[in-house]
């Protein structure tokens, strides 16, 4: 079978697909996922999640925080992370996408549509925090509508170059082209790896954000799955952990740079 490449703009000069032996580094996600579940052993009974939307302590200054998740993933992949907002006070909010596999355009306007009845709602802009191509939708929404967004997160998002991935991730793509061209709805078609709605997706991407909208980059040279340079947003406070792709919506390190960064949208340059 022919296979495709995702269009040339982008993976642009300076960037490069992680080798094939990368992704033996997301193994780790299990070590991950095991320290924040012993980090969490003793908590007082009462402190665990909640209802989503809800707030545990009931701070005044609650931010709301909708959480989207990455490519093939859905929003229980961030139950975690929505957790951890909630003990810390703030409101967060699934974004309705069960398993992010479509096309990127209509993602982003069900996305918009969501974060609007959030904002009639709670009557303040959200923070957008986004894994992987989630963060990219994110960063989109936040150039097209600055009045719902207040600040964005992203996490081991590709914003310079979304192509700079593993070849797994390129076999995923294909077969969601293949099984579209096949007539199963609601996936990603060729246009929107190597065609117009790609280009209209990253070039959103790559515009400028609103001076007073906040933007964290967390990123890890860790990464098994998308160069970790091109996370690195020149517009974006960048913040380094130490997990694995996939680890970050559950690697104790990443969450606490997802609160930090929600609790004080500028957060200094470092190593969490």
């Keep these: 079978m022919a296979t495709f490449p995702v269009a040339d703009f982008l993976l642009p000069d300076g960037f490069a697909v992680p080798g094939r032996r990368a992704v033996l580094r997301e193994a780790r996600v299990l070590t991950e996922a095991g320290h924040l579940a012993w980090s969490r052993l003793g908590r007082r009974p009462g402190r665990g999640p909640g209802r989503p939307g809800a707030s545990s302590t009931g701070r005044a200054d609650a931010r709301p925080v909708v959480l989207v ?29 069960h398993a992010n596999v479509g096309c990127t355009v209509r993602a982003s306007t069900l996305l918009e549509a969501r974060v609007a ?52 991730l390129s076999r995923s793509l294909e077969a969601l082209v293949r099984l579209s061209r096949a007539g199963v709805p609601g996936l990603m078609t060729l246009d929107c790896v190597a065609g117009e709605c790609a280009r209209a997706s990253f070039e959103e991407s790559r515009l400028p954000l609103s001076p007073d909208i906040s933007f964290t980059a967390v990123y890890s040279r860790r990464d098994g799955i998308v160069d970790w340079r091109a996370c690195l947003d020149p517009l974006a406070t960048a913040v380094e952990v130490r997990s694995s792709h996939l680890g970050m919506v559950v690697a104790p390190a990443a969450i606490r740079a997802v609160v930090g960064a929600v609790d004080d949208p500028r957060p200094e340059l470092g190593v969490a």
């Design 69 to 97: 998740p990455g490519f093939m993933a859905g929003d229980a992949s961030l139950a975690l992370l929505a957790g951890a907002l909630r003990e810390q006070g703030h409101r967060s909010y699934r974004s309705g996408i």
């Design 117 to 168: 009845s959030i904002v009639a709602r709670r009557g303040r802009r959200v923070t957008v925090v986004g894994h992987s191509l989630g963060g990219l939708l994110a960063r989109g929404l936040a150039v097209r509508r600055p009045d719902l967004v207040d600040g964005i997160v992203t996490l081991g998002s590709p914003m310079l170059a979304p192509g700079a991935h593993h070849a797994a």
